[in-house]
T-cell receptor
Framework: GENVEQHPSTLSVQEGDSAVIKCTYSDSASNYFPWYKQELGKRPQLIID?????GEKKDQRIAVTLNKTAKHFSLHITETQPEDSAVYFC?????????????FGQGTRLTINP | NAGVTQTPKFRVLKTGQSMTLLCAQDMNHEYMYWYRQDPGMGLRLIHY???????AKGEVPDGYNVSRLKKQNFLLGLESAAPSQTSVYFC??????????????FGPGTRLTVL
């Protein structure tokens, strides 16, 4: 089955600096890698995802990179702002009987210091 | 559209009591999931469903049962609650996606405390 490791568990950066969160996965057949953001007391929400036919995807200040050979993918946030403070989760899929299940990383608590 | 909704939002139970958490989605999604979230452990899958009338076990199914009698609803039951089931429970749904992968839409969560 899939095993997803996420690092670091906590990350503190100065406003305006960049933040990088990394995840590794074990199943070489995985081909879809989403990132979810969860603000305090709220539900997780998808912020960006990448499929294995591309190596990088950008959406304004957020980017995700994928290295299928090394089986790791990373979330990059540039020009961080206070509203970026949240817990971020990566995930990778496993497929059983045609159904997609996501295995989530343990989460990274990102704090943006003013 | 309301998206994914959950009831109740909060609940306190005594050990041994039973309860049912209700999840409803109005997006006509095929897949529905129940997760629990504990500090430092991310989101762990309890049970999931790939369509009306079908359910399957996830990563941590013990002590829980589920039913999906209607496509839009997914119920999570605790027959005899234990303190170890104190957690925040999230329901999610996603469209049928095969191997392409697809976004999961989460409900607002239910905070359950078992004394």
């Amino acid at each position: 089955g899939e095993n997803v490791e996420q690092h670091p568990s906590t990350l503190s950066v100065q406003e305006g600096d960049s933040a990088v969160i990394k995840c590794t996965y074990s199943d070489s057949a995985s081909n879809y890698f989403p990132w979810y953001k969860q603000e305090l007391g709220k539900r997780p929400q998808l912020i960006i995802d990448i499929r294995s036919n591309v190596g990088e995807k950008k959406d304004q200040r957020i980017a995700v990179t994928l290295n299928k050979t090394a089986k790791h993918f990373s979330l990059h946030i540039t020009e961080t702002q206070p509203e970026d403070s949240a817990v971020y989760f990566c995930a990778a899929p496993i497929y059983l009987q045609g159904a997609q299940k996501l295995v989530f990383g343990q989460g990274t608590r990102l704090t943006i210091n003013p | 559209n309301a998206g994914v909704t959950q009831t109740p939002k909060f609940r306190v139970l005594k050990t041994g009591q039973s309860m049912t958490l209700l999840c409803a989605q109005d997006m006509n999604h095929e897949y529905m999931y129940w997760y629990r979230q504990d500090p430092g452990m991310g989101l762990r899958l309890i049970h999931y469903s790939v369509g009306e009338g079908t359910t399957a076990k996830g990563e941590v199914p013990d002590g829980y049962n589920v039913s999906r009698l209607k496509k839009q609803n997914f119920l999570l039951g605790l027959e005899s609650a234990a303190p170890s089931q104190t957690s925040v429970y999230f329901c999610a749904s996603s469209p049928l996606s095969g191997r392409a992968g697809n976004e999961q839409f989460f409900g607002p969560g239910t905070r359950l405390t078992v004394l």
